[in-house]
């Protein structure tokens, strides 16, 4: 009985197989054993080309499925003999997979268009299958060597032997010096001695080689190293390399100001000559501000380099001479300061500028008002510099006057700058601050809960009770990670009072009150025209005679 199951496959087999349909559909699938392929598919032009066509689409799909690299078969293999000389299907064959060449005809793997474009893909190694005659040839070797260094191994004795060739593929990677030929490896037994004489002494080579690290540049050749054009354009490409270069360039002007472009830091490695030289420090700290520490005590002094610098970063200033420290010019622009962030403040500045009202002015404003406390009595009596002290976010109450304690306009000021602190700064300031409503409304605007210490008037005014729960929110993340602002309910649930809660029993409601109460109001009620006409009319009443309504 199996017998004759078997028999009765074989034979729904050998129909399945010279069938076409069947054939091309399991192919298109790559499922398809090619060593079953019918004699009557074998030498028909048209079936291969739509195999061929069909395998490719399988073999992306096995790729995605299975994560493949390589097509395990081609069926240019099993098609005739007359086929696989046909540069039509060989071609095509190729573009699928490169390596199909090892199945075309000795005459076509002697084709140079074949050969060409079977090992114009990356990573083939279709060179293998072409004719001797094209594995001698240098242009069709060393292109494909140059997509696959691997492949130098199939090349011809007399190219493995050639440098140009075998430079190739060792600029790629230096394992594939192992397939090198004899001579090479007699003349260069390690593939150190080859690198540093055969391609660290090419300039393209070398320059990138050091793009990605200066421990190369040992193994660049003596002529470049000593090449003044190669050794400019290494300084002014990359950073971190002067220091590299000979010593004799160290001295030279040319390459020096080109370094400094680049790399201000570097200054450190300049010669004693040219650290004395003014237009050599003043390109060093225009790259770098950072340079200032390697230069002459003269230039510490200079008014021209420290400018440069404190116009980079405001506390370096501290790196100059106590002379450049006493410029007010310098100082002012040490505290105006904005490249890197980081200006100077009140609390480097030398101690006679702390008595300078627009310098302590311009501190405040730039640092965010840090050192408040260091300024002189006469300023910190003067309500202008209070009131910009009021407006930077280290405003502390606690360290102002009493009485500017009592200015609402500093108050108010304060509050609007520091929100965090509005609870702080209303203990802080006068008790009637908690009974005026402009400063309640900005205070319960910034900090909701600061209605707490509003005075018993106010926490029962509707419209301060109102702006509190109005900006009583909080920002979270949604289920797309995009930032909403919820409502929250501490200041209705905890501070609202029970008056108002009656009234308005939810937090919409209160919300809505606003609405409510222009529903009543008579501006509210008319049309526009006569809103227009009622507004005039009460400026009218308001004016003292006929000429002036």
Known sequence: MAEQKGLIENIRDFFRNRNEIYVLGKILDGEYNFSKLSNKFKDNKEFILQAINNQD??????????????????????????????????????????????????????DDMVVRRAILNYNTTALQFASERLKNNFDIVKTAVQMNPEVLQFASKELRNNEDIVKEAVAYD????????????????????????????????????????????????????????FIGEVVARWRNTFEFIPDKFKDDKEIVLKAMKTDGISLEFVSDRLKEDKEVVMTAVKNNWKALEFVPDKFKDDKDIIMEVVKQNGKALKLASENMQKDREIVLASITSTRYGTSNSLTTINEKFRDDKEIVMEAMSYSGGYGYELISDRLKNDKEVTYCY???????????????????????????????????????????????????LMAVKNYPP????????????????????????????????????????????????????????????????????????????????????????????????????
């Open 390 to 440: 009021a407006s930077q976010e280290s405003f502390n109450i606690t360290k102002i006057l009493d009485k500017f304690k009592e200015d609402k306009e500093i108050i108010m000021r304060g509050i609007g700058s520091t929100w965090r602190e509005s609870n702080y700064i209303l203990e802080n300031a006068s008790p009637k601050f908690r009974d005026d409503k402009d400063v309640m």
């Open 174 to 229: 230096t394992q594939y010096f192992k397939f090198a030929g004899d001579k090479i490896k007699e003349n260069f037994p390690t593939v150190e001695k080859f690198t540093e004489k055969i391609l660290y002494d090419n300039k393209e080579f070398a320059l990138n080689k050091l793009q990605y690290t200066m421990s190369n540049f040992n193994s660049v050749s003596d002529r470049l190293k000593n090449d003044k054009e």
């Open 450 to 549: 600061s209605l707490e210490l509003a005075s018993e008037r106010l926490k029962n005014d509707i419209e301060v009770v109102r702006r509190a729960v109005e900006y009583d929110t909080y920002i979270q993340k949604d289920e797309d990670d995009n930032e909403k602002t919820y409502q929250d309910n501490y200041v209705f649930d905890n501070l609202v009072p029970n008056k108002i809660k009656e009234q308005f029993p939810t937090i919409e409601a209160l919300l809505n009150s606003d609405k409510e109460i222009a529903k009543d109001n008579q501006w509210s009620k008319e049309n526009d025209l006569d809103k227009s006409n009622t507004w005039t009319k009460k400026l009218d009443n308001d004016k003292s005679n006929d000429f002036e309504r």
């Open 57 to 110: 689409i399988g073999h992306r799909l096995k790729i995605d499925r299975e994560g493949k690299a390589e097509v395990e078969d081609s069926i240019i293999k099993y098609a005739s003999q007359n086929l696989r000389n046909d540069k039509d299907i060989v071609l095509k064959a190729i573009e699928k997979n490169p390596d199909a060449l090892e199945f075309a005809s000795d005459r076509l793997k002697d």
